[in-house]
């Protein structure tokens, strides 16, 4: 049985409201901090104040500073007590509030000599300076970062909770390349990720693989279009629903979504170009809705050029920054060249014509 389009392309809008539909946010899971690196964070936990007691942020000796009033090299101030020498992270001796540097302070035999003032805090992290006693760490919603990882690790947190959706890829033999391309997008991304290969092209050795009881989503790559040896979505058909064939996209046009039971599943096309624009429109709004993500960030800057599109199908436009425009690389179909040399990536709907030099458009970067 050979695949066909249906008489008319599915528009975009339509397909994913049928993907996401009945689609809901995945449970959270406890991870140590490294290894949710990239996953969307779950929750806003409360924690400890960081440091908990004034720690030295330098090097020197631990004084008080109401104690040095007038201490200068012209005039040095002698000790009764000897200072505490105390290294960058040891807590503060009793009773002191700031620290010296070592070539403030001159002995000579018993007599110790202090010769510089200083300030209450000079060198000196306060209790909950860096995060306050009961501070969230505010990050529910976004991805976990290097920056999470710093609050985790200050405020010693062995596990982070996260939403992290398994995906299991599906590559037919044929699409090696953009199969390897997409499981590397999706681990970056902080997917658990599961890559299975099917045995040849046609529909059973596809079906054979198409299995929903340890996934939450299902990426097919390869075989979505009208080839003799295509076949990725009468396996998807034999196996559960088909949903819509024949996207109103471009790149993509080909790509299929469905359903295996209640897992979403979505074949894309083989080619590189057309599988990472079927990620972009399709895939990621899904990862989006089961990770529980906030929306992601766009970043507003003129066109350095006219786009023009076509009435009807959605088009994807690789964009490069220039001089703070976007440089339009490539609308529709995507040489690889562009696709490296861009930062970001937007979809004309397919009602518009385009946009028009100077027009400001709202942009999502390319690999975030």
């Known amino acids: 049985m050979t ?24 449970a959270p899971v406890a991870l140590p901090p490294a290894e949710a690196i990239g996953c969307v964070a779950a929750g806003s936990p409360q924690v400890a104040a960081y440091p908990p007691h004034d720690i030295a942020a330098a090097d020197g000796w631990a004084l008080r500073a109401s104690d040095l009033v007038g201490a200068s090299a012209y005039a040095p101030l002698p000790l009764a007590i000897a200072p505490v020498w ?6 503060m001796p009793g009773g002191c509030d700031c620290v010296l540097d070592a070539d403030a302070v001159e002995a000579s035999g018993p007599l110790v000599q202090v010769l510089a003032e200083a300030v209450p805090g000079q060198g000196v992290r ?8 009961g501070a969230t ?3 529910e919603g976004y991805p976990v970062g290097a920056a999470a990882l710093l609050l985790a690790g200050a405020a010693a947190m062995d596990r982070l909770s996260v939403r992290r959706p398994r995906l299991r890829i599906v590559n037919v033999p044929g699409a090696t ?10 681990r970056a991304g902080g997917l658990d990720v599961q890559t299975f290969e099917a045995a040849a092209r046609d529909e059973a050795s596809i079906a054979a693989v198409l299995e929903a009881s340890a996934c939450d989503l299902l990426v097919i790559v390869g075989g979505s279009g009208l080839g ?3 076949a990725a979505v009468t396996a998807l058909a034999r196996r559960g629903e088909v949903l819509a064939h024949g996207i109103a996209l471009q790149p ?31 895939v990621l709004p899904l990862i989006d809705r089961l990770s529980a993500r906030r929306p992601r960030r ?24 220039e001089q703070r425009a976007w440089m339009p690389l490539a609308v529709g179909e995507w040489p690889f060249q562009a696709i490296a040399r861009a930062d970001a990536w937007l979809i004309i709907p397919a009602s518009h014509e385009g946009f028009a030099a100077g027009a400001p458009v709202d942009a999502y970067l390319m690999w975030e």
């Open 3 to 26: 695949q066909r389009l249906p008489p008319s392309l599915t528009p975009l809008d339509t397909a994913l409201a049928a993907l996401l539909r009945g689609v809901d946010p995945v």
């Open 86 to 91: 105390v290294d960058a992270g040891d807590a």
């Open 126 to 133: 306060r209790a909950g300076g860096d995060i306050a006693a």
């Open 137 to 139: 760490d505010r990050a």
């Open 177 to 186: 390349t953009a199969a390897q391309m997409i499981a590397g997008i999706a």
């Open 228 to 230: 003799r040896q295509d």
């Open 252 to 282: 993509g046009r080909t790509a299929a979504v469905g359903r295996l039971g209640k897992v979403p599943a979505v074949a894309l096309p083989g080619s590189p170009d057309h599988a990472l624009a079927g990620w972009l429109a399709l």
């Open 298 to 321: 766009q970043i507003s800057l003129p066109l350095a050029r006219k786009i023009a599109s076509s009435v009807g199908i959605a088009e994807i436009v690789l964009l490069a920054e």
